[in-house]
């Protein structure tokens, strides 16, 4: 005897017709089982197509079939051309429990090349704990992919990609990063005003890069079920042309990995980073929150901004820096909520936080 609660809301005007399955299990059969139940990338998935192509490591899901609780395993990998290589996991699963695991592989071969040829990834496991795997039949696994875009201008002798953005109502909630293969950040900027274009010149040298515009509102630039404007963002040629016209209805994020192919090596200042950082405590709290500012120079300005969940401001102000002492933000006056702080460094980089006020 169960019960069973699939969470459903009352509606008056429709009705639900639910079907389902019990699977009941008996003791497990094997005590050394690993097997490869998902490769996450590099695949041709439509489900996986928010991260897919990839310029970074392949990932794949693996889960512990045996009795034993899995803390080891051998992985053997490689793209169909490419080199082969192994990889040991360690960790440790229960019964039937899974995780992700990121296979290292810097074989060129997987993201440089013509992105029209359908690839073909190739993962095997063994040797659970050391052991004999009991069950090989689920050791081994294959994915399909295309390999992500190249870019590039016509006799690779320019090296410059523009941002180009426009906001929307709600400027704050947007923010962009560009990552190298590494994952480093080699770019990334917050915007501070609505409704306005904004247009960033970078220059790149050639390599494997991921662009991605994030939205801490979760609904996009662009989105027909709110009142927040339309905004969108564009990766641009220096003259005319996109490289990229990112679809601005796209939730909490979007982003596309590309092979930028170059003749020309750009001057490093080119590329900003930016070390800053902006940690906000207690939190939740009742009003009264701590700000510990990181990365920025001694006695510098800082302006800060405080939103509403509905995206108004409701509190302004200036930060002197100062690394010995923490900044404080007064909330008490306002009503019970979640807010969002957000202050810029002098390159335009934002920095922004959720706080919850009780
Ligand atoms: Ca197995
Ligand atoms: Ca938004």
Not at 16 to 22: A, L, S, V
Not at 148 to 158: A, I, M
Not at 159 to 182: C, G, P
Not at 223 to 250: C, M
């Amino acid at each position: 005897m169960f019960s069973v609660d699939y969470d459903i809301t009352y509606d008056p005007d429709g009705n639900y017709r639910f079907e389902g399955q019990i699977v009941a299990y008996g003791e497990p059969n094997m005590a050394y089982d690993v097997e490869i139940s998902q490769i996450l990338s590099p695949s041709d998935d439509k489900l996986e197509s928010r991260l897919n192509p990839i310029c970074e490591s392949p990932s794949v899901r693996i889960r512990n079939n045996g009795s034993e609780p899995l803390t080891s395993c051998q992985f053997s990998y490689g793209i169909e051309g490419g080199a082969t290589v192994t990889h040991e996991w360690t960790g440790n699963l229960a019964f039937l429990e899974s995780v992700e695991v990121e296979l290292p592989y810097d074989d060129p071969a997987l993201f440089e090349g013509d992105d029209e040829e359908l690839l073909v990834f190739e993962v095997e496991v063994n040797q659970p704990n050391g052991m004999l795997d009991e069950e090989p039949l689920n050791n081994k696994g294959s994915s399909r992919f295309h390999r992500v875009p190249t870019w590039s201008y016509s006799d690779l002798d320019d090296n410059r990609l523009i941002v180009w953005t426009k906001t929307n109502q709600v400027a704050w909630e947007t923010s962009v990063e560009l990552l190298d293969a590494d994952g480093n950040v080699v770019w990334e900027r917050g915007y501070p005003t609505a409704n306005t274009t904004f247009k960033d010149t970078l220059s790149l040298n050639q390599g494997c890069y991921r662009f991605t515009i994030n939205d801490i509102g979760d609904d996009g630039q662009s989105f027909w079920a709110n009142s927040d404007g339309s905004g969108y963002t564009r990766l641009k040629k220096v003259a005319g042309g996109n490289f990229i016209n990112f679809e601005p209805d796209f939730g909490k994020y979007i982003s596309q990995a590309f092979f930028f192919q170059t003749n020309l090596v750009a001057v490093e200042e080119a590329l900003p980073v930016s070390p800053s950082s902006m940690r906000l405590f207690p939190n939740p709290s009742d009003g009264v929150f701590q700000v510990s500012l990181g990365g920025f120079e001694e006695g510098q300005s800082l302006d800060w901004q405080c939103y509403d969940a509905m995206g108004r401001l409701v509190q302004s102000g200036l930060w002197r820096v100062d690394s010995r002492l923490l900044q404080t933000v007064d909330l008490s006056v306002l009503p019970a909520g979640t807010y969002a702080l957000v202050c810029y460094d002098e390159q335009g980089q934002k920095l922004s936080g959720w706080v919850q006020k009780y």
